[in-house]
């Protein structure tokens, strides 16, 4: 594994543990010697994640769209930024320079790009990881189970499960 795709909200969210975790998940990609491969952007939790990988002495990869650059959102000091035309666009790059994939804290904007991962794995586009790093036990819940239950109950098979893993509390 060389690169992992991050996706993650544009915005800091309204607690300050989701740009801690941002940073520090980006340091330990750096620690790791794994490449990031992200958004491209340098507000929100996008750039306390790209700052923390850089600081770490690592690659930071930044996919977006040509209206993002042009609204002056880009993250400056990437180790590269490839501009595309469209969000689906970027999508598709993003996933095809990833060897894996984590959601971080987002709105609707992550929550699609982590879907579109598990839907590409589960039809076998794919045989890459696919996590969430699920910070303060908010969006899944202390058994690592709610969001997949809910969308299990609306689905008509069962939707297949990712592996859960703990990260240790950030000190």
């Not at 590269?80 to 804290?105: C, G």
């Amino acid at each position: 594994m060389q690169r992992v795709c991050v996706f993650c909200g544009a915005s800091t969210g309204r607690r300050s543990a989701y740009a801690e975790a941002a940073r520090g998940f980006g340091a330990l990609l750096a620690e790791r010697g794994l490449g990031l491969v992200y958004g491209g952007g340098r507000v929100g939790l996008m750039g306390a994640l790209a700052d923390g990988a850089l600081a770490g002495g690592g690659e930071a990869i930044g996919v977006i769209p040509q209206g993002l650059v042009d609204r002056e959102l880009a993250h400056p000091g990437l180790s590269e930024l490839r501009v595309v035309l469209s969000l689906h666009e970027r999508k598709a790059e993003m996933a095809a320079l990833a060897d894996a994939f984590v959601a971080l804290p987002g709105g609707f904007g992550t929550l699609d790009e982590l879907m579109e991962q598990l839907t590409w794995a589960q039809l076998g586009l794919h045989r890459k990881p696919v996590g969430l790093l699920d910070v303060e036990a908010i969006a899944v819940g202390d058994d690592g189970a709610l969001l997949l239950d809910r969308l299990e109950r609306t689905a008509e098979a069962p939707a297949r499960r990712a592996k859960w893993a703990e990260a240790p509390p950030a000190p």
